[in-house]
């Protein structure tokens, strides 16, 4: 009884997300749709209206490129994987856009490697998220450092930014899917965050100034050689 329980209860959660998912992605749609009839109607091609669609365009896109690695963790994805490889690459990624912002990006770490367990794709995707929250939250010229340090059965990990911080209000916000006070944001990077952490047996917690910057503060299980 237990199990079925539990089992209904996850599809409600996954039926409530999509049909936010679904009501995020019908409204560009919908917008696309409009301004192409216009343009039809007219026979002409009109630049403003082009740019609207393209801008639609991109944000049903950065929603199913967020969805695109959210599915339940298959334990046969799990490998030991060094955490510290994961954030070397993942800074790596994003250093011309660091660039033209102006912002630096370091690691920096004790010990040689810290070493957990899980689906690297997903955990990839954990620091993209954060990584990515980071840049979008300093507006010019700032810096973005990741720390890890390994504890007794812990592996831990600091991802900080001098960034513009969350207000007092955002925080019980944090990690509900589509929640987002950026123009184009999907509200979805903190959310599919929380839960690919979760799915891991890790932890999360955030520390944030208004106007001195934020860190998102990851716990993982150790793994042993
Ligand atoms: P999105 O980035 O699309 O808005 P996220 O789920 O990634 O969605 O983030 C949700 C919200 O949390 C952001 O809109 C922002 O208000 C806040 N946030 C997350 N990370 C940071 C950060 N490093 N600095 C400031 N605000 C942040
Ligand atoms: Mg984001």
């Given amino acids: 009884v237990e ?12 039926g409530e997300l999509s049909a936010g998912i679904l009501h995020e ?17 007219s026979s002409q091609v009109n630049m ?4 609207i669609i393209m801008r639609e365009i991109v944000q049903i896109e950065k929603i199913t490129n967020e969805l695109l690695y ?33 912002t630096e990006m370091k690691i920096s770490m004790n010990g040689e490697n810290h070493l957990s367990f899980g689906d690297r794709t997903q955990l990839k995707q954990v620091f ?20 890890l340090w390994s504890a007794d059965q812990e592996e831990h ?31 979805l990077g903190l959310m599919v965050t929380y839960t690919i952490i979760k799915n891991h047996k890790g ?10 910057g934020t860190t998102f503060h990851l716990i993982f299980p150790k793994a042993h050689r």
């Fill in 3 to 14: 199990e079925s329980m539990r089992q209904s209860e996850k599809l409600s959660v996954i």
């Fill in 25 to 41: 992605i019908r409204n560009p749609l919908t917008s696309i749709k409009g301004f192409l009839q216009l343009m039809e109607n």
């Fill in 48 to 51: 403003d209206y082009m740019r």
């Fill in 70 to 102: 959210f599915t339940k963790p298959k334990r046969e994805h799990f490998t030991q994987l060094d955490l510290s490889e994961i954030a070397q690459e993942t800074i790596s990624l994003f250093e011309t856009q660091a660039i033209k912002q102006q």
């Fill in 128 to 147: 993209v998220n954060l990584i990515k929250n980071a840049l979008e939250a300093i507006p010019a010229g700032g810096n973005i450092v990741i720390n």
């Fill in 157 to 187: 990990v600091t991802i900080s930014d001098t960034g513009k911080g969350i207000p007092e209000q955002a925080f019980q916000n944090l990690g509900k899917s589509f929640f987002t006070t950026k123009a184009t944001g999907t509200g």
């Fill in 203 to 212: 932890k999360v917690t955030v520390e944030s100034e208004e106007n001195k």
